[in-house]
Nanobody
């Protein structure tokens, strides 16, 4: 079974940027859709960005600030996050083929 691992989280001041990476044990992203999700404390996990055969899609709350992109070899998908806000704080997970990574913490300080 494929394994996914997120990286790139951390603490940043509001207005700052982070780039998250989702690395797969196989080059699944060339042919399988994937999504970036986040879960804030006390809230449900929500989809923030997705990448598939139909293209890219974003939650309204991150449109214009977040960009999803994959490497040509299909092993990694990035989530570039600019203009971060305190409400972007949470654990970010990637998902593909019903497999989840363990997540990476993003904390945006006001």
């Amino acid at each position: 079974q494929v394994r996914l691992e997120e990286s790139g989280g951390g603490s940043v001041q509001a207005g700052g940027s982070l780039r998250l990476a989702c690395s797969a044990s196989e080059n699944i992203f060339r042919r399988s859709p994937m999504g970036w999700y986040r879960q804030a404390p006390g809230k449900q996990r929500e989809l923030v960005a997705s990448l598939g055969s139909g293209g890219k899609d974003y939650a309204d709350s991150v449109k214009g600030r977040f960009t999803i992109a994959r490497t040509a070899n299909g092993y990694t998908v990035f989530l570039q996050m600019n203009g971060l806000k305190p409400e972007d704080t949470g654990v970010y997970y990637c998902n593909s083929r019903e497999v989840w990574g363990l997540g990476t913490q993003v904390t945006v300080l006001s």
